[in-house]
């Protein structure tokens, strides 16, 4: 696919390392989605937001390191 970029193992050592990245920042975000849950933050209507939020950002990264995998 992208073979005109970079050498095959160059390539690949960059889309592990792309993939790496993407899986830790959304677990980074579940965990502060996890303590919103738990209402570590309080519970109100900022926090629902930023609840929302890190939802969005968790299926974005998730993407990301799918789509690299």
Known sequence: MFSWLLPAD???EHLN???AHWR???DQN???AEAKDR???GGGELTRSL???AEATI???QALADWTE
């Open 10 to 12: 160059k390539l690949l």
């Open 17 to 19: 390392a792309e993939a």
């Open 24 to 26: 830790s920042t959304a």
């Open 30 to 32: 579940r965990q502060l």
């Open 39 to 41: 209402g570590d933050y």
């Open 51 to 53: 609840r929302i939020a």
């Open 59 to 61: 299926r974005i990264d």
